[in-house]
Each structure stands twice: as C-alpha cells, then as structure tokens.
C-alpha cells in the first residue's frame, strides 16, 4: 500500500507503484478535475500540487507521492483558489474548459512563492501548460489579476 496526504486527508492505495498519479486520483479517489491531455507531461492539463509544487501527474509513478502532500483542485486552498476562480471569472477565461483546472494549479505554484509576478513572470511560468481554445491572452490577465486580489485580500 502506498500512503499520502490527499487534499488534506491520509488515503491509501493498493495500485501498482508505477501507476500514474493522475489515474490513482482520478479513477481511484473520483477526483475528475485533474485532465488527461497529452499524457506525457508536454500540456499541463494534469497539474496538481505534491508538497506545495506543481507537476504533471500524468507522468508521475503514485509511489513518488509516498508520505507526501497531494494537492488537486478540488483541494485548493481557499486563500489560493478564491482570488484566482474570481479573476478566471472576472476575465472570462475558459472557453471549453478542458485546461483551466491545470491552468489553476499552476498559476497557484506561481503565486504562492511570488505573489506579485510581472507579465514576463507569468508568461515564463505559465509557457507549458497549453490551450488548445488560445486563451493564452486572458490566463495572462488571470493570474495578474488573481495575484491582486490575493494582495487585496492577504
Ligand atoms: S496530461 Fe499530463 S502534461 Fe499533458
Ligand atoms: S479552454 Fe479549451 S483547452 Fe483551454
């Protein structure tokens, strides 16, 4: 059995070592938000945060989150997730939706260590997690925006 931390919560699976995250989460613990994109880890529509770090859990075997903290969007803190869902919705940012959840998770990882990033900031970290609607211009505005209103609000 391989034990983590899920969302807050100690959980356990009996699934092969080498198994994906993103399966354990999604098809073990119903956790549907984290998307199957490309599958190895070149989209970003996989994200979650292991230990407060953004990484694609597509490409992550579940054994390396052994003991460790696993983050989903379902997860999120509020104080993380609440100035971003709000500036998401304030920018109209999705269009079909499918990358906005790993769009999220990894603006997150940004602001949580840098909590005022300057446009090239955000472009540099945000560059990897892809969208095939193009709403690269509003995540941009986005993050900014959510990086605001968690000043406002911290
Ligand atoms: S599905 Fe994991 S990076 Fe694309
Ligand atoms: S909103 Fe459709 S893939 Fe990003």
Redesign the pocket.
């Known amino acids: 059995m391989i034990s983590f931390t899920l969302n807050g919560k100690t959980v356990s699976t009996s699934a092969e070592p080498d198994t994906p995250l ?1 399966w354990v989460l999604r098809d073990e613990f119903n956790l549907k938000g984290t ?12 994200t979650v945060h292991l230990s407060g770090r953004a990484v ?4 992550l075997a579940v054994a390396a989150a052994a003991d460790q903290q696993v983050t989903t969007i379902e997860g999120l803190a509020p104080a993380q997730a609440i100035p971003l869902e709000r500036a998401w919705v304030q920018e109209q940012v999705p269009q079909c939706g499918y990358c906005q959840s790993g769009q999220i998770m990894q603006a997150a990882d940004l602001l949580e260590r840098n909590p005022n990033p300057s446009e090239e900031q955000v472009v540099e970290h945000m560059k990897d997690n892809l969208c095939r609607c193009m709403s690269y211009t509003r995540i941009k505005k986005a993050v900014l925006t959510g990086a605001a209103l968690a000043r406002e609000e911290g």
Not at 35 to 46: L, N, V
Not at 56 to 59: F, L, Q, V
């Open positions: 993103l998307k199957f994109g490309c599958g190895i880890a070149r989209c970003g529509a996989c694609r859990s597509c490409s």
